[in-house]
């Protein structure tokens, strides 16, 4: 999502290193928030993370190489593909918010038998001022200090989603994680997850509400409430 404000805006253009420096803390919880949710390890060239419980899930699924620690491109490519494969995940490599590496490098990433994908830039949205949302206050919300199997049979499975009970599971007893949810008569209809890493960044990860009874700002009574 990209959101812009004029005020924001030229209070971090008067002050060059603060926002360089914020930037960097964003991106940095960008790149390390997979180790807290799936198996992750360093390697001289970056990192390996998997989730053998969820193998299709590109973003607990993947390495991430750092160009400057990358001498042998054909090796390293090799190595990653033989460290899915043994475990039946298919290869994927991304790149740390650089840009043009794997453009430039796209001959022998295929040759490795890879593929090159180009995606839009990565843009977010910075909560910086007292909140204008405006949400009604039709539900109930809590913030989930043990598992609820509402949010699996309200929410996720009727949404064709239930790859992503575990995962929520585990956000839940985490200490990484806060899983809030909102409920109408007792019926789980929204929840928001929010990720806390090692930057000073709480990172609103997620936000789902159940096909159903999307349209009806239930969704944005939610973050109404994490915002406040």
Do not use: C
């Amino acid at each position: 999502m990209d959101y812009k404000n004029e005020e924001t805006e030229s209070k971090m253009d008067g002050h060059p290193s603060v926002r360089a420096d914020l930037k960097e803390r964003i991106l940095k919880t960008e790149l390390d928030f997979p180790k807290y949710i799936s198996n992750s390890m360093a390697t001289d060239f970056g990192m390996l993370f998997w989730d053998e419980s969820d193998k299709d899930n590109h973003g607990l699924n993947h390495a991430l190489i750092y160009p400057h620690l990358v001498s042998d491109l054909t090796g390293v490519l090799a190595q990653i593909a033989e460290f899915y494969r043994s475990r039946g995940i298919q290869p994927r490599v991304h790149q740390p918010y650089t840009t043009g590496y794997f453009l430039d490098h796209a001959n022998e990433f295929r040759k490795s038998g890879y593929d090159v994908k180009l995606y839009p830039p990565t843009q977010f949205m910075l909560l910086s001022e007292a909140n204008q949302i405006n949400a009604g206050s039709a539900l109930t919300i809590r913030e989930l200090e043990a598992w609820d199997p509402r949010i699996a049979t309200d929410i996720l499975i009727p949404d064709g989603n239930e790859k992503e009970v575990e995962q929520t599971k585990r956000n839940i007893y985490g200490d990484r994680y806060r899983v809030l949810v909102g409920y109408l008569q007792e019926q789980a209809v929204s929840m928001a997850t929010i990720f806390y890493g090692d930057y000073g960044i709480a990172r609103l990860d997620s936000t789902e509400t159940a096909e159903e009874l999307r349209g009806r700002g239930y969704a944005s009574e939610l973050v109404s409430a994490i915002v406040d």
